[in-house]
């Protein structure tokens, strides 16, 4: 009898563990638990007043016209961002993507790349056209889309005016805060 008045109490104390268990939460679940309010990042911008996004870019700023890179915005660049990145490029181009021109260690406080410029202690890399600096769009035939990609990066990069696009890529590898993307259209006659 007294194994069994044992095992009788140890019951009813679970029990009661239980009860108050299952008590406690569904009271907790009725109570309004205040959630912290989320802010979202603020994501980076890159914009032109040459052209908008997926519209046609001006022949201006191709081989066919003055073959300088058109006017650029930034905006929302994040805080804790030590430099920017440009890379321009094709990925149309008959003979895989095609690059028109990479620019690093432009200041984190930048908000607009003039027209035919480049920012001051920027360093422009190595094209597919054989030497740093822009070169505009000039498909061989067919309309080519061209990437405009802006990247935030934690750090700025020790890489002199011959690195090319692979080697600014992984140089940018465990550094980027924020990217941000511009794509313009041309088409030749």
Known sequence: MRASLKIFIILIILGLIGGGIFWYFSQRSKKEISQPEITLPKIMKIESSAFKENQSIPEKYTCDGENVNPLLKISEVPEAAKSLVLIVDDPDAPMGTWVHWTVWNV?????????????????????????????GPCPPSGTHRYFFKLYALDTTLGLSSSAKKVDLEKAMEGHILDKAELIGLYSRQ
């Open 107 to 135: 200041s984190s406080k930048t908000t607009e790349i003039p027209e035919n410029s480049v920012p001051e202690g920027a360093i422009e890399g190595m094209t597919d056209f054989g030497k740093p600096g822009y070169g």
